[in-house]
């Protein structure tokens, strides 16, 4: 059997009543040379009965299903068992715009150099599909993303935000090589954890400036709504990066800022609240960005003069769109200089 260009994987947990519209998405796509794992996280709906029926119309479609181990695992699952050449994640509420695995595989295909190709993304919410929107809570003017390219610029600008959605990129098989897998212990953040593990490894990004290729759902369910979550996920990549395999290529004294910052909050919320305000500290001195480093600062000070349910309280407030919005106006033009 002929190895497909693109594998899609998509991790499905309980969206019975999204997948239909994921997977039509895949099947409406221009190039057709694709597989697509879906992943079955454990559901307890009807997700099985999707997965199957979609297995059935259509031979590139496979319906595989694990117990529940979390996103980071149902991707690793499909990882392993697909062949394609690029991977497409994809979760099972979001969309694929027609054209992206063609646009993104052929730039793939001219620039090998390139190790990960991303383009724009935007938000829609359930109940009103048409509307276009830039952030998760549609305050936004444009979205966040970052175009970076290169192998210097993404490293500085992962290790204080994540601006790449997972399904706004296609990726070479050959990054999990120098990566290793999917951490399985974070959930929620693992797409940004992979970005900064690939950027750590001299992974080559590469930003495609091109219409939409990608667009998130937003409804009560999506993981990216609960900044709490995220968080503490956070602090669980932080607290594992040393055995990821990327960890030997990191020689710096501190841990990549992010996790730096997190760990001093995993500290301050086990009650090594002085110890954890300084890592806190370094973390913020080494920002680039103002934005970022005032916030980190925040963080610091709250660590030392509030009572720790108020600390985390802070930590996990997240940052308001509306003043993202007014600092990207009449501020900086870039919040992650």
């Not at 991303?118 to 979205?143: A, C, I, N, Q, W």
């Amino acid at each position: 059997m002929k190895t497909p260009r693109v594998s899609v994987v998509i991790a499905a947990h309980n969206y019975a009543s999204f997948l239909p519209f994921t997977l039509d998405s895949v099947l409406a796509q221009t190039m057709t040379d694709w597989e697509c794992i879906v992943v079955d996280d454990g559901s307890t709906d009807a997700t099985p009965d999707v997965g199957r029926a979609y297995e059935q119309r259509d031979s590139r479609i496979r319906y595989v299903r694990q117990v529940n181990g979390g996103p980071s695992a149902a991707r690793n699952n499909g990882i392993r068992s697909s062949t394609g050449v690029y991977l497409q994640f994809l979760d099972a509420d979001d969309l694929l715009d027609p054209a992206k695995l063609e646009l993104h595989a052929r730039f793939l295909d001219e620039h090998p150099e390139a190790d990960i190709v991303y383009g724009p993304s935007t938000y829609f919410r359930t109940d009103e599909p048409e509307r276009v929107l830039h952030s998760l809570h549609g305050k936004l003017s444009r979205p966040l993303m970052v175009p970076f390219s290169g192998v210097e610029e993404p490293l500085r600008i992962l290790q204080m935000t994540n601006t790449i959605p997972v399904l706004s990129a296609l990726v070479r098989r050959t990054v999990f090589d120098r990566t290793g897998e999917y951490n399985e212990a974070v959930r929620g953040p693992e797409d940004w954890d992979l970005w900064l593990r690939a950027a750590i490894a001299g992974c080559r990004f590469e930003y495609l400036a091109s219409d939409t290729v990608a667009y998130i759902r937003i409804h009560p369910g999506s993981l990216s709504s609960s900044a709490e979550r995220m968080v503490r996920a956070l602090i669980r990549a932080a607290n594992t990066f040393s055995s990821t395999r990327t960890a030997s290529l990191w020689h710096q004294p501190l841990l990549p800022l992010i996790y730096e910052m997190c760990a001093g909050v995993g500290e301050v919320n086990d009650n090594r609240r002085f110890h954890g305000a300084r890592r806190i500290v370094r973390a913020a001195r080494g920002a680039t960005s103002k934005l970022v480093a005032l916030r980190w600062l925040t963080y610091a000070l709250a660590a030392v003069a509030l009572p720790r349910r108020a600390f985390f309280w802070v930590v996990t407030r997240p940052m308001p769109e509306e003043a993202l919005e007014f600092v990207r106006r009449f501020g900086s033009r870039s919040l992650w200089k």
